[in-house]
């Protein structure tokens, strides 16, 4: 281009004239081999189907869903799963597609191609479409009704499998809980047995044990009072009834042996008798009043003995009735009386060993109130553990039942589900290529290319072609011009270069197609 020379629109409009074979061609080749290469490009397809989550119909106020999940994170996974290879490449093979790409290429590649063509897109969180896009229509249908049954079997499957994996945990756990239960209810067994009267809740019944103990020992101190009274009044019975008959309590005579006071031997050994028991009451055996007490009544037994011998050898029946009516009552009443008296010590013997008895118990069970604070420790560590282990077991008994609910509400397919809300169809028109875009964009860029190599061999020509040239150039006056005249080999070699262009053109449009085709259909994990 001539340095500082402006274009005009008469410029621009002769360069156009003078260049038209040059942004003619490129545009007309390109937009030709466009029009080609896009009729050669087959139609794609798309199916789509339309899925609303509906909520589980059980108010979560009666049941609660143990899926808790969103249905973004469930989507996703379950978008994973059906998107994995095994069941797309079953896809694959129960509808035979790619069926040329397969032939050519390892099924890995096939399984990405159709993962591309596969569209999961969510709508508000509560309805997803799932499309698929393929070359036959009918097949493009098919596949999309395949993969709605996929993400609708594989949603139930999932919501069960959560639903009775949360069951089986609960179960497990409630398992272990119940094992930890009933181990520490043993040790609380064995604890209540071990320390039985000792343990804090007794504590009542061991106090009113002990008042109830100390009473019947008050009774029986009473009961002992008086049966020591009675005691006394037997002994003073019996010393009166032996007095009464006898001026001493041992006369001297029958400290002798004397037998001449007018009485019989019996009756002075029952005298003596009488007075032994009495000074038993006041003495102590190694006394040796006692001794010679003791003495007496020997040797008076032993005459007591002979008399009755003797007179049963004599047959004399007044030696016989020795003993008046008086004085066999009088024996008879001090019988009696120490019959009572044995009868009345024996009684107190009994008492005093309940006493002793009683005072055991009041012993052991105070003893027990004295260990009540240790053991009332102890139960309370046992408690709390145990009060922690039935509060768990509780819970995971209400949650496992509500899990169980929850499983069987998925099992009856009442919780959570996908429903089509507009099943697959088949599709009228394909969705891609867009032929009338790419027509366009091939003229366009055929266009742009005439345009660019007009304006590169526009600015590197520095021809002068006007007078304007000149004086813009030069600075000089024009003083004639003298018109172009053409050779027949100028029109020949400008005839050619226009043929070359042409051709040029024509071949860059057939290199274009030719390079698409093989791109398109020959190299391996690109052909449809």
């Known amino acids: 281009m001539i340095p500082g020379k402006q274009l005009t629109v008469q410029d621009v409009l002769a360069i156009a004239r003078r260049r038209k074979w040059l942004i003619v061609l490129p545009f007309v080749a390109l937009s030709v081999a466009t029009f080609f290469v896009t009729r050669a490009i087959p139609n794609r397809y798309r199916s789509n189907t339309l899925i609303l989550v509906i909520p589980q119909r059980v ?46 290429a390892i099924m890995e590649d096939v399984v990405d191609q159709m993962r591309k063509d596969i569209d999961i897109h969510v ?49 497990g ?3 272990n809980a119940r094992r930890r239960l009933l181990d520490h209810e043993r040790k609380l067994e064995e604890y209540r047995r071990r320390y039985a009267g000792q343990l804090p809740s007794q504590f009542q019944s061991n106090l009113q044990v002990i008042q109830n103990t100390q009473m019947q020992i008050q009774a029986l101190i009473e009961a002992m009072a008086r049966d020591r009274d009675r005691r006394l009044m037997l002994e003073r019975a ?40 009495q000074m038993e009451l006041r003495l102590k055996p190694e006394h040796p009043d006692m001794v010679r007490a003791k003495r007496v009544v020997a040797s008076l037994d032993q005459k007591a003995r002979a008399e009755t011998a003797q007179a049963q050898l004599s047959g004399d029946p007044k030696a016989l009735e020795t003993t008046s009516v008086e004085e066999r009552a009088r024996q ?54 145990y009060g922690t282990l039935q509060n768990s077991y509780t819970g995971l008994l209400a949650k496992k039942e509500d899990s169980k609910v929850a499983a069987d509400m998925e099992r009856d397919q009442i919780g959570e589900q996908f429903k089509v809300l507009d099943p697959a169809r088949l599709p009228e028109k394909p969705v891609s290529p867009d032929r009338v875009k790419l027509n366009l964009l091939g003229a366009a860029i055929g266009l742009g290319l ?43 070699r400008a005839y050619r270069r226009r043929w070359a262009v042409a051709i040029a053109s024509a071949a860059t449009a057939v290199l274009v197609a030719v390079v698409f085709f093989v791109w398109k259909f020959t190299l391996p994990g690109i052909g449809a």
């Open 59 to 104: 108010p979560e106020s009666y049941v609660k869903s143990t899926v808790t999940a969103r249905i973004e994170n469930r989507l996703e996974s379950i978008t994973q799963q059906i998107l994995s290879r095994t069941r797309l490449e079953r896809t694959v093979q129960d509808f035979n597609l790619y069926a040329e790409k397969r032939r050519t």
């Open 123 to 171: 709508i508000k969180g509560d309805a997803f479409t799932v499309s698929y896009t393929g070359d036959d229509p009918r097949t493009v249908t098919l596949v999309t009704q395949r993969l709605t049954s996929l993400f609708i079997d594989e949603n139930l499957r999932d919501r069960t499998n959560l639903a009775e994996g949360s069951y089986q945990f609960l179960d």
């Open 173 to 175: 756990q409630l398992e």
């Open 238 to 277: 019996i010393a009166d009834a032996t007095v009464s008959n006898s001026p001493s309590t041992i006369a001297p005579g029958v400290a002798l042996g004397d037998t001449s006071g007018g009485s019989t031997a019996a009756s002075q050994l029952e005298a003596a008798q009488q007075a032994l028991r």
């Open 332 to 385: 008879k009443r001090i019988m009696e009386l120490n019959t009572e008296l044995d009868s009345l010590k024996q009684q107190l013997v009994r008492k005093e060993e309940d006493e002793k008895r009683l005072r055991q118990v009041i012993a052991d069970y105070q003893a027990r109130l004295e260990s009540i604070p240790t053991r009332e420790t102890e139960m309370t560590e046992l408690m709390r553990d």
């Open 450 to 492: 005439g345009l660019s190599l007009t304006l590169f061999l526009e600015y590197s020509d520095s021809t002068l072609r006007t007078d304007d040239d000149v004086i813009n150039a030069l600075s000089l006056p024009v003083l004639a011009l003298v018109p172009i005249m053409l050779t027949t080999g100028d029109r020949t």
